[in-house]
């Protein structure tokens, strides 16, 4: 009476389960085709992708966070809060252990990581109890949090920005290894992207937040812990937003309350523009990823042309987000499924 | 009266009135300044600008969905009209400028009509996708620079008073800008719309259920686009507004400002899932916001402790109302159980 | 003779290739109340949704007194006198009463203006067509379940309707409440008023309606007079196949028990709840709906702890305050409402069947071991016999019997000592409900201790040796099911 199915064919699976992916994936080698026919010099350079992906984590990190939130069917408005008060007190940090020379101790920066880490955990864990425990509901929790963290950053700093840092944690971030090849951010970016998408897809915490975010009560009634998982996985964006603020701090040598304030909004267009959906149980780090490098690619890619101003990004961006929306509104009808409007088909 | 009183205090309105009651004493104790003439003046007008905002998207938020694009729309329409007039030299009343706003903010309220209304995709992802398309027109396609002079029209708005005030002690005077004439009128116009038409009333039904309320014979899509549109010329005209007010035009000033506003009405008892909420609560709301972020200064708490404050004053006031929450599910459970008992 | 007021003859609807109504006829004449029954995916919502004119018929006519109806749509429909109410009731939780009453036909109307005081004469003339006593300004959230439907009956009421069509409408309904909805229903009928009631409760056919009309699979069976109907016939028309109960007889039972409850209080729902449950026992727990027994399934297992009192599980004493404690104790529950808190319905059957056990299948830091797991899936498959041709499916394309087999497998699949069922094979077909019954049985006798909490007194007596009776709260009787019948146990319970 059951019977395993026959496999279908690898790649037909492997399609249907992650369309939305192929979809990124497509408008990424069309676009990098574009860029090899009109700008192939300035746009195909080492340079030019290394100073990407310098850049990317800034924002590509918080973006992982944001996306582990929305999988439980939450958000995090907070992100850019947390960084920007991790870099000022891990800032304040390297300040204080500088040696008289200006050079730092040996284990100042593996400690300043740690520190920040740490201070993005506990700012994380703060807004798990209040989405948990006191039950707000995740955008107003992390709004207010939002604006509290802020407040602390500004407090601390008079509004000011905290600069003249010792040299050398921005040269040691700011450098390449492998032969002067990869970027420090990159490798930071790809090692917590790595640890992501093995929590998500070969623990137990994975399938967990997964079915957490499809449908809470059923979680709860399969002996699952909801309030711990939201309060680990809103640890895990505080400690990833931390990490994008330590790259911050890195790539302008100074940290300031109010720096990435449009971030917040990029990260939740990024995470949804990979395939997350804001209600919760869906979506994959490959599509995130992808998407942070579509936005990225984009980003440099329209600076190599000048006429075009690049502030012509944003509606570049907005745009193909209502683009693949809208696509994806209309495969899903053709492909018999309907949408909440049109009549159901009757439940078996 | 007494069924009045217990109605009433199910209420979140009569929560916020108090605490707002209790802020403005503690600030009036401590500096003396607070319910005078001049600062009243000063309050009502920093309410103009915001209160506008906070009324398109309440009614957004009542049908069930949100909408971030808002400032963004407001600065692409302010600018537009801005530099369209200033380049045409044109030198007439407010008419113009302000039937400009109006007729963009509904063009561009209509693209999240037709998205969110007609094609029914969530609210949130398409108001982001929007903002930054309109981000991104005014800043890439428009070009968009900080405009320090604005046409004389618009400036005389501005600086136009209904009235001044003046504190007999300090001496200081504020006016009362005839702008908040204009908030004054959308603030009712949005009271009747939610309260006395069908097209408010559906708005209601939506945000409760709306698979029942299309079955009920309200036109949902149709509804829903209009919605947008009405908010679209709303926050337009509170973009014209704020350029008038602030004397010059800053495009990228009011960005940023939607989640205080959202946090505003939220307070203010709307719920963020849609169904409820009122003019009222929504206006007690943003007024708290307002008054935290201006008048903190008046209690000798240094403006530097503006954002802890505030973010503190969210997060306290969604904490609160959500353990009512809680709490009133857990009493219904309980009285229809005694109901039932009581009946059998 | 009575004249026909609905006539569908030979209706056929398909939907993405699944032919729901296969030519179907169904006659209601006036002023008759009329049943239409049939299992889940037999077809009776397609055809409710096709008279309602939320959809359209592939082929087939309908007659509506006597004229032949052409395209309709639902505010046609509602003009023609048609009325549907809905399992959901379609009520707005967030209004009023008197908006939800007085809404339908003002914008019937289409008004643009609210006035608020022809609002509420329209709303208290609602009310008074059955005498239904309610305050008008309390928002609908705050009634009871049976106060809602009677929002929605008067709701139903207010445009001349000749026909209401209610759908499942006791499910959530004490017997007291379906009483009182039984008699209101007779009340229409006196008006002049057809009502159709869909129902799969064999009871309730018996009791409310003269004829009934039975579907399967999207054709019509058999239609005739409930006289003439009892319940082999009911059965055999419904699956297709015939049933012999099967008494379940305890062997074997433990002397320690599994499960010893004392005192257990929960302050608003139940108070001093005492009993124990051995190994190869099946006890059953049965009251109204405000006895208490949905909450001490609750309470059992965690999700809304009691306030005061001891459970033991095998002689421990265990605090259970989360479902977690329940499960580390080996006490599993398989919920009342399958859907929303036993399922995650878009996820894959897999997902489901394995989510409760999830941490047993892991190695060092949590890693999920997928050889473990993929053996894990094939066994639970084929062990509860799980009709599916691809487990990577997601759960909804199952049958509710299919699903409430993956509910029961995600449960077993824990090795557990105690199982409680809450309204186990409520919406689940009578073939399926035979299925599950028969497991339930085999797992009593393999040595588990089986809790079922129901208020169908036939499957208690059935697959329960003894049966606990609660009243308010309280255990008012604990009797042998050898010495009971629906009658005595009904007689305790009211």
């Not at chain 1, 880490?117 to 864990?125: I, N």
């Not at chain 1, 509606?315 to 899903?332: E, T």
Request: glycine share 10%; proline share 3%.
């Amino acid at each position: 009476m059951s019977g395993m199915a026959r496999p279908k064919g690898t790649l037909s699976t492997l399609y249907a389960g992650n369309r939305h992916v192929f979809r990124l994936v497509a408008v990424i080698l069309a676009w990098m085709v574009f860029m090899a026919l009109t700008r192939f010099e300035k746009f195909y350079t080492l340079i030019n992708f290394q100073t990407m992906a310098s850049q990317f984590p800034e924002f590509g990190l918080m973006a992982l966070g944001v996306m582990l939130c929305m999988v439980t069917g939450g958000i995090d408005l907070s992100t850019v809060g947390i960084a920007n008060l991790a870099a000022i007190l891990t800032a304040f940090f390297l300040k204080a252990v500088a040696l008289p020379d200006g050079g730092l101790p040996a284990y100042a920066i593996p400690a300043a990581f740690a520190l920040a880490m740490a201070v993005g955990a506990v700012l994380g864990v703060f807004n798990g109890l209040l989405v948990s425990k006191v039950r707000i509901p995740p955008i107003l929790a992390t709004l207010g949090a939002s604006e509290l963290f802020t407040g602390v950053a500004i407090v601390l700093t008079n509004g000011n920005a905290v600069s003249k840092l010792p040299i050398g944690y921005a040269t040691a971030i700011n450098s390449k290894v492998l032969g002067n090849l990869i970027p420090v951010q990159l490798i930071v970016f790809t090692a917590v992207a790595l640890v992501i998408w093995f929590l998500l897809n070969r623990t137990t915490y994975g399938v967990k937040i997964y079915l957490l975010g499809t449908n809470a009560t059923a979680a709860r009634f399969s002996g699952l812990s909801n309030d711990r998982l939201l309060v680990k996985t809103y640890m895990l964006s505080g400690i990833c937003a931390a990490l994008g603020g330590m790259i911050m701090l890195a790539n302008y040598n100074s940290a300031r309350a109010n720096y990435g304030s449009v971030y917040v909004l990029q990260c939740i267009l990024i995470v949804v523009l990979g395939g997350v959906s804001p209600a919760g149980g869906k979506g994959r780090i490959s599509g995130v990823v992808l998407a942070i490098f579509l936005l990225r690619l984009l980003e440099t890619g329209i600076n190599r042309f000048p006429q075009i101003s690049s502030y012509y990004i944003s509606l570049i961006w907005g745009g193909v987000l209502l683009l693949v929306m809208v696509l994806d509104y209309f495969s899903d009808y053709s492909a018999g499924r309907r949408l909440k409007r049109r009549p159901a088909a009757p439940a078996p | 009266m007494r069924q009045w009183l217990r109605r009433l205090t199910r209420r979140n309105e009569p929560y916020i009135f108090l605490v707002l009651l209790a802020l403005c004493l503690l600030i009036e104790v401590r500096s003396g300044q607070f319910f005078t003439a001049n600062n009243l003046v000063d309050i009502a007008s920093a309410m103009v600008v915001p209160g506008l905002f906070a009324l398109g998207i309440y009614m957004v938020i009542v049908s069930g969905g949100i909408d971030v694009s808002f400032p963004a729309l407001a600065s692409l329409t302010s600018y537009a009209t801005t530099k369209y007039l200033l380049d045409a030299g044109y030198t007439g009343g407010i008419w113009l400028p302000m039937a400009m706003s109006l007729v963009m903010g509904a063009a561009l309220g209509a693209v999240n009509g037709v998205f969110i209304g007609f094609f029914g995709l969530p609210a949130m992802i398409v108001t982001l996708g929007t903002s930054s398309v309109f981000k991104g027109l005014m800043q890439g396609a428009l070009n968009s620079v900080q405009l320090a002079v604005i046409p004389e029209g618009m400036r005389q708005f501005g600086t136009d008073a209904l009235f001044v005030a003046t504190n007999p002690v300090s001496g200081l005077s504020s006016r009362m800008p005839v702008s908040f004439l204009i908030f004054a009128a959308v603030v009712l116009l949005v009271f009747f719309l939610m309260r006395y038409t069908y097209f408010g009333r559906g708005i209601y039904a939506m945000g409760g259920n709306e698979v029942s309320a299309h079955r009920a014979g309200f036109h949902t899509r149709r509804t829903k686009f209009f919605l947008y549109v009405i908010v679209g010329m709303i926050a337009s005209a509170a973009g014209l507004i704020r350029t008038c007010m602030m004397q010059q035009n800053h495009p990228t000033n009011m960005l940023g400002m939607e989640m205080n506003i959202i946090a505003g009405v939220v307070l203010g008892g709307t719920a963020i899932t849609g169904g409820a909420g009122s003019v009222t609560g929504c206006m007690l709301g943003t007024l708290l916001i307002v008054i935290v972020e201006n008048s903190m200064i008046l209690i000798g708490i240094p403006t530097v402790w503006k954002s802890v404050f505030v973010g503190a004053l969210i997060v306290i006031g969604t904490g609160v109302s959500a353990m009512q929450v809680v709490r009133a599910n857990r009493l219904a459970a309980n009285r229809n159980l005694t109901q039932e008992a009581a009946k059998a | 003779m009575s004249q026909s007021l609905l006539k569908a003859t030979g209706v056929h609807k398909s939907f993405a290739g699944v032919h729901a109504l296969k030519g179907v006829d169904l006659d209601i004449r006036k002023g008759e109340i009329h049943c239409l029954a049939g299992e889940n995916g037999c077809g009776k919502s397609t055809l409710i949704k096709i008279i309602s004119g939320v959809y359209q018929p592939d082929a087939g006519t309908i007659e509506f007194d006597g004229k032949a109806l052409a395209r309709i749509t639902p505010i046609d429909a509602i003009m023609l006198g048609i009325q549907v109410i809905y399992q959901d009731f379609s009520v707005f939780s967030n209004l009023t009463v008197m908006e939800n009453l007085a809404l339908n036909s003002e914008l019937a109307q289409k008004r643009r203006l609210v006035n608020w005081k022809r609002m509420r004469e329209i709303a208290r003339e609602a009310v008074a067509k059955i005498n239904f006593e309610v305050d008008l300004d309390a928002p609908v959230s705050s009634l009871s379940v049976a106060q809602k439907q009677m929002v929605a009956i008067c709701r139903a009421l207010m445009f001349n309707a000749r026909l209401i069509i209610m759908d499942e409408p006791t499910t959530a309904l004490t017997r007291k409440e379906v009483q009182a909805l039984f008699d209101i229903i007779l009340k229409l009928k006196a008006q002049g008023i057809s009502i159709l009631f869909v129902s799969h409760k064999l009871n309730e056919v018996f009791e409310i309606s003269e004829r009934f009309t039975i579907f399967r699979n999207g054709e019509l069976v058999k239609t005739g007079e409930t006289r003439e109907l009892d319940s082999n016939k009911f059965t055999y028309y419904m699956t297709g196949r015939e049933f012999a109960p099967q008494q379940f007889v305890p062997e074997q039972v433990s002397k320690e028990p599994l499960l010893e409850v004392r005192n257990l209080t929960a302050k608003g729902f139940f108070e001093d709840v005492s009993f124990a449950l051995h190994a190869g026992e099946i006890v059953g727990v049965t009251g109204l709906l405000d006895s208490g027994r949905s909450e001490l399934a609750l309470a059992l297992f965690g999700v809304r702890p009691a306030d005061s009192g001891e459970i033991r599980l095998k002689g421990r004493k265990t605090d259970i305050r989360r479902p977690r404690d329940a499960v580390r104790g080996k006490l599993g529950l398989v919920p009342e409402d399958r859907l929303s808190e036993g399922l995650f319905l878009p996820r894959s059957i897999e997902d489901n069947l394995v989510i409760a056990e999830v941490d047993r299948l892991a190695g060092p830091l949590s890693v999920i071991d997928r050889t473990k797991r993929r053996d894990e899936i094939r066994r639970l498959v084929d062990e509860f016999k799980i009709a599916t041709p691809d487990p990577k499916n997601a759960c909804q394309t199952l049958s509710g019997g299919n699903q409430q087999r993956v509910v029961l497998g995600k449960w077993l699949a824990c090795n557990l000592d105690v199982l409680v069922l809450s309204g186990p094979t409520v919406g689940v077909d009578i073939g399926s409900k035979h299925d599950i019954h028969e497991i339930l049985q085999n797992l009593a006798r393999g040595g588990m201790g089986i809790l079922i909490i129901s208020d169908d007194l036939p499957e208690i007596l059935e697959n329960c040796s003894r049966v606990l009776v609660l009243k308010s709260g309280r255990i008012r009787k604990e009797m042998d099911t050898r010495d009971a019948d629906e009658r005595l146990i009904l007689s305790h319970m009211m």
